[in-house]
């Protein structure tokens, strides 16, 4: 972790503090748990030190609805098999569409066509419509339902009616190629498919008709086919979501399921291995999304949450969440850089967004490009930024309240596909400290632990989460007996669960991760994470992007440091830029950590959510045949990998 005393950098003030939701919570738990709580400290405090206490107040307080009683909150609370609210009947689906039926739940911007904006009753309609027609071809619970859509309201509206049947949902972009999709959805054996034929990413026209084609021969179980008209395409032989959903709609109805029964599979990257089929259950997601959007997010009727995400990726089953809090949903589909870096903003102007969400690296690119968005836009009803995926540098701390002054909260959280939720981020009522996350998540009860097993305080570990949490998975599709469930993420700690972060808390609970533990660089004994390499170089002006590796050597020595970095277009990567590289990473960083090499590539990989994949290179490196370490659909490019195979064919050769 940094030196020197923590800046803070923001702090609500009183009125604003007020009007937070948390507080309304707050003043309910004191009316009627008796429990009077001061501060956020407290509140944290109480919710992971009362687990069955602090979950069941979040039930009462949003009025889940349930169509059996629990008989209690928290039967086990061993880590893998803790137990939530046995005895419980409810539905997922339910609490989305319980809300106001004439104000506006979707509004959905598309390169492919006009805007959709549909009210909680007109989508409630469309559902039950999608409920009809989906029961028709069979679906009941327990049936999988796949989709290969972008972010558009039909794939909101199908999620939705196999949601209120109790069958299980799971989704990937259309940007995927024909075996990634595969990969992942020959998992959970679905009857049911739907798919659009093409789209429009930027001013380019994308036909998928020939990898839907490839989904549905590699699928064996399906049963039906579904186009969702997108464009000017057509699927041959396919029904249409438009006669799927044109019969007489049922009265609404939800299918009452257990608190832990399937609600929907999300699968890891698969950049290190076969995708992680992680299912989700439909009380976990409901009570966790509930207390984040509310009380983190600060989100509530009124309130839209703009953050741009593929179907691939949880943050599109966090943001659908929104509607359980009777906030707005903003879609967006298409390049989210097309015309330029300037689209995401105009898109939060014209929808008057209240939370938007962003990358860390959306950020800097803005910053690096002198972008200006509260000067330059109306972007007067945003009251909190989002931003998660990868570490933010403190530059970024510092641009955003460079921007936005006092008026915006910058939320920096980070979380995960496996709970589905932040893990550490921040809230209405805490400070924003400079390059520091504000803290542990509700009910979140996170530390960093040595390589002993033992928390620590003032120095990186491992992220661990150490109690039970609703929305960890109920366990991994096909994996009957849990030792992948329990491989992925307790053979580390026993009992404990392994993120695969590496964090740092300061005494006051404020947060920094600085990367992925297995890419953690560790010379000499001195260990660094990678995002803060990052933020040194990526700071040099002939500098565009960086990736950095450390090939550890086995008998103990310090092993090769190894940088690529892309250089700024127009930029000549030659000895004199090199040397003030080495230069700048010896001063700010450590002599350890100068790179025995550093070399200029055209790309980087990254995978579809945005992070760089400093793990795969590694594994090149070390000799690993590239299909063994990542399929070419689970990256944004494909190609940038190409440089690193070449480099390690070169290194086997030269070593004869």
Known sequence: MSGGEPVQLYVLDEDERCRARVWDYLAWLEAERGLRLEDWDGLWRWSVGDLEGFWASIADYFGVRYHAPYERVLADRRMPGSVWFPGALLNYAEHCLGQ??????????????????????????????????LRALGVGRGDRVVAYLPNIPETLVAFLATASLGAVWASCAPEFGAHSVI??????????????????????????????????????????????????LDIPGALSWDDVTAGEPEPPAFEPVPFDHPL?????????GRPKAIMHGHGGILLEHLKNHALHWDLGPGDRLLWFTTTAWMMWNTLVSSLLVGASVVMIDGNPLYPDLRHQWRLAERTRATLMGVSPGFLMACRKEGVRPAAEFDLSALRQLGAAGSPLPAEGFRWVYEQFGDRVLLNVGSGGTDVCTGIVQGSPVQPVW????????????????????????GELGELVITAPMP??????????????????????????WRHGDWIGFSEQGTC???????????????????????????????????????????????????????????????????????????KALSPRHVPDVIHAVPALPYNRTGKKLEVP???????????????????????????????AHRREEARG
């Open 264 to 272: 929907y599979v999300l699968f890891s990257s698969g950049t290190t």
């Open 512 to 586: 920094v991760i600085t990367g992925r533990s297995d890419a953690t660089l560790n010379r000499g004994g001195v260990r660094l994470g990678t995002a803060e390499f990052y933020r040194v170089v990526e700071e040099i002006d002939e500098v565009r992007d960086s990736l950095v590796v450390h090939l550890e050597d086995p008998a103990g020595g310090m092993g090769e440091l190894m940088l690529f970095v892309v250089p700024r277009e127009g930029v000549v990567f030659d000895e004199p830029v090199r040397r003030a590289l080495e230069a700048r990473i010896r």
């Open 434 to 457: 400079l390059g520091e996350m504000s803290g542990c998540s509700l009910g979140v009860d996170a530390k960093a632990f040595d390589h002993r097993g033992e928390a620590v305080v």
């Open 183 to 232: 990969e992942r959805f020959g998992q959970v054996t679905p009857k049911v498919l739907l798919a659009v034929a093409g789209y429009t990413y930027g001013a380019k026209e994308i036909d998928r008709r020939e990898e839907v084609a490839e989904i549905v021969e590699a699928l064996p179980s399906l049963e039906h086919v579904v186009h969702v008209p997108y464009g000017p």
């Open 100 to 133: 106001d039926a004439d104000r506006v739940a979707v509004v959905a911007h598309s390169q492919t066509r006009e805007r959709v904006e549909l009210t909680f009753g007109e989508l409630a309609e469309q559902v039950a419509r999608a409920r009809t027609g």
């Open 471 to 496: 929305s960890m998975p109920v366990g991994f599709w096909g994996d009957d007996d849990g030792s992948r469930y329990r491989s992925a993420y307790f053979d580390d700690f026993p009992g404990v």
């Open 617 to 647: 290179v590694k594994r090149i490196l070390r000799g690993d045949p590239v299909e063994t370490v990542a399929t070419p659909g689970s990256l944004a490019d494909p190609s940038s990998l190409d440089a690193f195979v070449d480099l």
